[in-house]
């Protein structure tokens, strides 16, 4: 492949698929923390009816629309769940699983209905993204790219994902005291007055900004992988906030860089002609790693636990 091939082809899907799961690996910290990790997934699939409202009355993939449109089908998704939770009498997760999938039909029906196929929105492009069809025509050889005002010129799914996690990392360092007390406990934030209602919907409202952001480019599922996969990968790993954040933007870094080159790779190697879909090998990476961390993880590993269970045996 040459350099203008790579930069062309390559080098915006990468960097789309990076600032995918850094944003989503950022947001997802504070859902694993508050044993939310469901709401992620609920969100990414609640906010699809609004994408798709928001697509129909811009007429195009402008942002601001869709943004304006997911937000608000998130509010309906809360206030649903709520709803649900209170009327139904049913457990939070239940509620949100009855929401979310409603939700999502019917932002498929949307999709599927004669207005929404003016807009070139598919159901494949809702599940797995069009992280293929990310171009750049700008620059053509790698020195093109030491010049600041080329990477202006950025696919617009790579741009936005950038300063999402720009904004994103912003909010969190600005806020990460009133983050972190809300998120280990509820109760105390309320009483040294720090909203824990307010961090909740500011929550929700962030997660369904980097779940647009990222939406078009890499689909749900690799939306809920990363959401999850790299901040659950992190919790394992360490009892410290700071340096689980760190871990979890640096699995997310990984599992982006290396799931793509894998996906466009590996099947290569092993002998087939065509690459594998780049979101669906990122999100595998993801759970693989992961589930390397839940059966090594030195501390909370279940091999861990075994060997200390077995010490403890032996003491008895």
Not at 50 to 72: H, K, N, Q, Y
Not at 184 to 195: E, I, M, N
Not at 238 to 257: A, H
Not at 300 to 308: D, K, N, V
């Amino acid at each position: 492949m040459s350099a203008q091939e790579f930069i062309a082809i390559d080098l915006p899907a990468l960097l789309a698929a990076l600032f995918a799961c850094l944003s989503c690996a950022l947001v997802g910290n504070f859902l694993v923390l508050r044993r939310q990790s469901l709401l992620g997934d609920a969100v990414s699939h609640a906010v699809l009816p609004g994408i798709v409202a928001g697509f129909l009355v811009a007429g195009s993939r402008e942002t601001i629309p869709m943004v304006v449109g997911a937000l608000g089908a998130a509010l309906v998704a809360v206030l649903l769940i709520e709803l649900v939770r209170r009327v139904g009498k049913v457990e939070s997760g239940a509620a949100m699983g009855v929401v979310f999938t409603g939700l999502f039909a019917l932002g498929v029906l949307m999709i599927e209905q004669g207005a929404a196929r003016s807009v070139d929105l598919d159901a494949d492009c809702v599940l797995y993204g069009q992280l293929e069809d990310v171009i750049w025509l700008g620059p053509t050889r790698f020195a093109d790219l030491a010049d600041p005002a080329v990477w202006l010129t950025l696919p617009r799914e790579a741009m936005q994902l950038i300063v999402v996690f720009a904004i994103g990392l912003l909010l969190v360092w600005a806020f990460f005291k009133e983050l972190t007390i809300a998120s280990f406990d509820p109760g105390l934030a309320d009483t040294v007055g720090v909203s824990s209602a307010l961090v909740q919907t500011a929550l929700v409202v962030l997660t369904a900004v980097v779940t647009v952001a990222a939406f078009e480019a890499v689909g749900s599922i690799l939306v809920i992988a990363m959401l999850i996969c790299p901040a659950a990968t992190a919790r394992l790993l360490t009892d410290r906030l700071g340096t689980q954040m760190r871990l979890s933007l640096l699995i997310g870094g990984v599992t982006g860089i290396g799931g793509y080159a894998l996906g466009a790779m590996l099947p290569v190697w092993l002998g087939a002609e065509n690459a594998v879909n780049a979101a669906g090998s990122i999100a595998t990476l993801g759970g693989v790693i992961l589930t390397l961390a839940i059966l090594f993880a030195p501390r909370y590993g279940a091999l861990a636990r075994r060997r200390r269970d077995a010490d403890l045996g032996m003491e008895a």
